[in-house]
Nanobody, 124 residues
């Protein structure tokens, strides 16, 4: 009933930029926090950035000053602008969102939903 779809990944040279998008769709009543995470080959998934419905943001130290998270609440969309990309930014990037689903007769509990991921590859 709820789906998150990422787009915008690809291959870029070191120093370049990419903008990721993630659209949430379905029977959505509300979305609180949204975020981006990444998993590099052979490594654990790590938090990249989060943003609340009010626009407060949080970033991993490794991306501060280079990445910017934003959202369009009217479009249920979260973005990740990635500048000055480095080879160590290569990973599959996933978005997540804390969503309350509208089941018509009632509202579900707020739950965590994830997208399928988009590959970002930075060549040095």
């Amino acid at each position: 009933q709820v789906q998150l779809v990422e787009s915008g990944g690809g291959l870029v040279q070191a120093g370049g930029s990419l903008r990721l998008s993630c659209v949430a769709s379905g029977n959505i009543f509300s979305i609180s926090s949204m975020g981006w995470h990444r998993q590099a080959p052979g490594k654990e998934t790590e938090l990249v950035a989060t943003i609340t419905s009010g626009g407060s943001t949080n970033y991993a130290d490794s991306v501060k000053g280079r990445f910017t998270i934003s959202r369009d609440n009217a479009k249920n969309t979260v973005y990740l602008q990635m500048n000055s990309l480095k080879s160590e930014d290569t990973a599959v990037y996933y978005c997540n969102a804390e969503i309350t689903v509208d089941y018509s007769d009632y509202l579900g509990d707020e739950s965590d939903y994830w997208g399928q991921g988009t590959q970002v590859t930075v060549s040095s």
